[in-house]
Each structure stands twice: as structure tokens, then as C-alpha cells.
């Protein structure tokens, strides 16, 4: 079976970008350093994806305004200065990127991260001229509500039935069926494949090579 659509939207962390490790150690380094309660690496790895407010009040409930302020500015440090625990795009990925171009799909990305953060990724590794709009956590509404997904589909003027949501947490997922959206699911980040699959993806891949191979076998730009 074959898809017509225009446009292309992933998420970023775990997604195209092997980030699940440095992520983790600076939200453990973070709650360490505020003298919090000890969360495991099942539990910080969980709530990637989400915006931090979410993510914080999913690990700490009952912790007010000031404390997801605090919280937030110590890990940012962290994570764009001081850990140096290896953060790099997923093999294949460029290579994807570049063929998606070619084949003028709009290509954009709806992610749980700031917007300082997704910038500087996109510069250091110099993917930003690949993407033609995206939405970050700190400007919208977080996953799963469809805000992000509903803005980028206003922004390039297409229907749901023209868009694709390539992700690999159930929190992309969810959102991709609140907006109507149909999605793909890639299981080598955050959430494993069963998690995914419940969100009825068109397909779950294990790797960049993969859906690479699924999108050019499935996928023909389009317009209805």
C-alpha cells in the first residue's frame, strides 16, 4: 500500500538523535545536586519526550512553580555545558534527511525540547537546512496534545491525511492520533515496540536503515 503525503514530521531525541543517555544523566545528576528523592533509569528515561513541566510533574507531583524553575535551569546547564556523555545522530539520518529533501517532502520536527536546545543541535550537527519548520516544548503545547502537529499542519497549508509522524515514544504517538495524523513508530529510543504499537502506527521499524527502506517503499509525495 502507498501514502500520499506532503508533509514529514519527526520527533527529535531518540528519535534521529541517540540522546537517551546524556538526557538521563543530566536529569540524574540535576535531582542529585537539588537533594531530591531518587528516581531509576526506567523512570527518567520515561518521560523524554514531554515538555519539562510534564515531565516534572510526572517524577515529582507535588513540587511548585519555583521548584520546575530551579530544576529546569540547573539541567540546562548540565546539559548544554557541562556533561559530555556522547549525543550524536542516529546512523543513516542525514542520509535520510537528504533524500527527503530531494524528493521535496516538507520536513519538520515537533520535539519536547527547548527551543535553545533543538537550535544548538541543529547547528552542531549541521542538519538546520534539512528542516523547514519546527515546534519545541517551551513554545507550545506538550505531546501528547496535538498543538505542535496542529501548527506545522496551518503553517504548511496541508490536511492530516497529507501528514506523517515519525516517532519513537507513545507520547508521539498519542499525538499524532489526537491531531488525526498517522505516524511511524522506531523502537531503537525511548519506548519499546509493544508500548508503541498500541497507538496503531502504520509500521514499527528498529533502525534509520529501515525506515529509510519503508518510506521509499510506502511513501509517494502527494496531495490526496
Known amino acids: 500500500m502507498t501514502y500520499k503525503k506532503e508533509l514529514i514530521v519527526f520527533d527529535w531525541d531518540g528519535t534521529l538523535m541517540d540522546s537517551q543517555a546524556r538526557i ?9 545536586d537539588m537533594a531530591l528523592a531518587e528516581r531509576n533509569d526506567a523512570q527518567l528515561s520515561d518521560v523524554i519526550g514531554l515538555g519539562f513541566r510534564e515531565a516534572l510533574n510526572s517524577l515529582y507531583p507535588d513540587e511548585n512553580d519555583q521548584f520546575h524553575i530551579e530544576f529546569v535551569d540547573r ?3 548540565y546539559f548544554l555545558q557541562e556533561d559530555k556523555t556522547p549525543s550524536v545522530l542516529f546512523a543513516g539520518a542525514t542520509e535520510l534527511l537528504e533524500s527527503l529533501n530531494r ?5 519538520a520536527i515537533a520535539t519536547g525540547k527547548g527551543r535553545h536546545g533543538l537550535d544548538i543541535a541543529l547547528k552542531e550537527n549541521e542538519v538546520e537546512h534539512h528542516f523547514h519548520a519546527s515546534r519545541c516544548a517551551d513554545e507550545s503545547r506538550s505531546k501528547p496534545h ?3 502537529l496542529e501548527e506545522l499542519m496551518d503553517f504548511f497549508a496541508v ?4 501528514t506523517l509522524m515519525i516517532g519513537d515514544t507513545e507520547y508521539d504517538l498519542e499525538m499524532a492520533n489526537n491531531a488525526k495524523v ?6 531503537h529510543g525511548v519506548h519499546e515496540q509493544t508500548r508503541l504499537e498500541k497507538f496503531n502506527p502504520l509500521t514499527c521499524v528498529s533502525n534509520i536503515n529501515e525506515l529509510d527502506s519503508w518510506l521509499s517503499n510506502n511513501l509517494i509525495k502527494g496531495n490526496g
Open 75 to 77: 539541567y540546562r546547564e
Open 159 to 162: 490536511e492530516p491525511e497529507q
Open 24 to 32: 538521563v544523566n543530566c536529569l540524574r545528576t540535576t535531582l542529585q
Open 182 to 187: 498517522q505516524s511511524l513508530a522506531v523502537s
Open 103 to 107: 524528493q521535496d517532502y516538507f520536513i
Open 146 to 148: 496535538p498543538q505542535m
